[in-house]
């Protein structure tokens, strides 16, 4: 059974950086993609980042400020934001899937979700 578990998140002023991690129980970890979404009150879940073993893709809105990246060793994938914006609050999963995807619904697993604040 594959599990997927967030940690990291937390309030921040904007102009601040977190890091978020997910930890990931799966044999195939390191031939998996990897992705980052979000989710706002209010508003539907949005893509953020993913990582595969060869490519990485981000969203508009978080390019140059955020950066995705994994441990194979330690079966972890990170989301380094930095520059944080009040909009940038959001519950943020992470999920895996066979290939890197922009869509949500591609995804086969899912993480609970750690919340960030990020207050002006």
């Known amino acids: 059974q594959v599990q997927l578990l967030e940690s990291g998140g937390g309030r921040v002023q904007a102009g601040g950086s977190l890091r978020l991690s997910c930890a990931a129980s799966m044999r195939t970890y390191s031939t998996t993609a990897m992705g980052w979404f979000r989710q706002a009150p209010g508003k539907e879940r949005e893509f953020v980042a993913a990582i595969s073993w060869s490519t990485t893709r981000y969203a508009d809105s978080v390019k140059g400020r955020f950066t995705i990246s994994r441990d194979n060793a330690k079966d972890t994938v990170y989301l380094q934001m930095n520059n944080l914006k009040p909009e940038d609050t959001a519950v943020y999963y992470c999920?895996?899937?066979?290939?890197?995807?922009?869509?949500?619904?591609?995804?086969?697993?899912w993480g609970r979700g750690t919340q960030v604040t990020v207050s002006s």
């Open positions: 999920a895996s899937d066979s290939s890197v995807s922009e869509v949500a619904a591609n995804y086969d697993y």
